[in-house]
């Protein structure tokens, strides 16, 4: 088995030789080639992807956030920011900044590109691929930890349902690699890891931020001692 992480997919969903193009300049994760991209092609990817045992990680936050016409210096006052780097912010900003303001760049078509990466899901949704949770941070604008978060909203946009969205951060993966019962699952035997929430994540997605503590082995970190722990982070960086 492998993890398909979507990277350049959009080469799948059409063919560069009648299209009278060069595959290998496809732009960002295969924006430019968004015009190009015919949806009806979404279901034959699908089939490909459950024959070959594949398992996504989509990364959908990714494209979300640091794709997104969404202006740097409004994701970058955004609460998480402060526990990054002056130096990784002004990377991000510098990357974003370069990244929309390109000739090939436009909001209509980042819409457009969205809307196909969301089909996708859909398609692969119904047809029962295996969802593993995973947003690559850090990455521009995706801050460890609550980038995990945004990744649960965006996929959730996405159409993918709450409970679908647990599993794959939780039973998923431990299935896919072959470790069932070892990790993700509160079983007797398996690695004592796990997040107390104070609300029902199955009734909203975003309950899953509500954290209580997280249990790590045989340690118990509760909200107020991880709160002072990032508050530790963000004023070694405000210095």
């Not at 409004?74 to 991000?92: A, D, F, R």
């Not at 503590?213 to 509760?222: A, D, H, I, S």
């Amino acid at each position: 088995m492998e993890i398909f992480k979507y990277k350049n997919f959009l080469l799948n969903l059409w063919h560069p030789a009648a299209a009278n193009v060069d595959p290998t300049k496809n732009g960002f994760f295969g924006y430019d080639f968004t015009d190009l991209a015919e949806e009806a092609l979404i279901d034959g990817l699908v089939e490909k992807t459950l024959q070959n045992k594949v398992g996504i990680v989509a990364t959908q936050s990714l494209f979300t956030r640091w794709f997104s016409p969404e202006a740097p210096a409004q994701l970058g006052n955004q609460l998480e920011m402060k526990y990054m780097s002056p130096k990784t912010l002004y990377t991000w900003r510098q990357s974003k900044s370069k990244l929309i303001s390109s000739e090939t760049y436009s909001s209509e078509k980042w819409k457009k590109y969205i809307h196909i990466r969301q089909q996708l899901l859909k398609a692969m949704d119904k047809k029962g691929v295996t969802f593993l949770l995973g947003s690559n941070a850090p990455q521009v604008y995706n801050v460890p930890g609550f980038s995990i978060h945004r990744e649960l909203e965006s996929m959730w946009d996405a159409g993918i349902a709450n409970y679908k969205l647990l599993q794959a951060g939780t039973s998923n993966p431990a299935t896919f690699f072959g470790e069932t019962g070892k990790y993700g699952t509160i079983v007797e035997g398996a690695a004592a890891d796990f997040i107390l929430l104070n609300a029902n994540p199955l009734v909203d997605i975003g309950h899953a931020k509500d954290i209580a503590g997280v249990m790590v082995g045989k340690t118990w970190l509760p909200k107020k001692e991880i709160d002072r722990r990032l508050a530790e982070i963000a004023l070694s960086y405000a210095k």
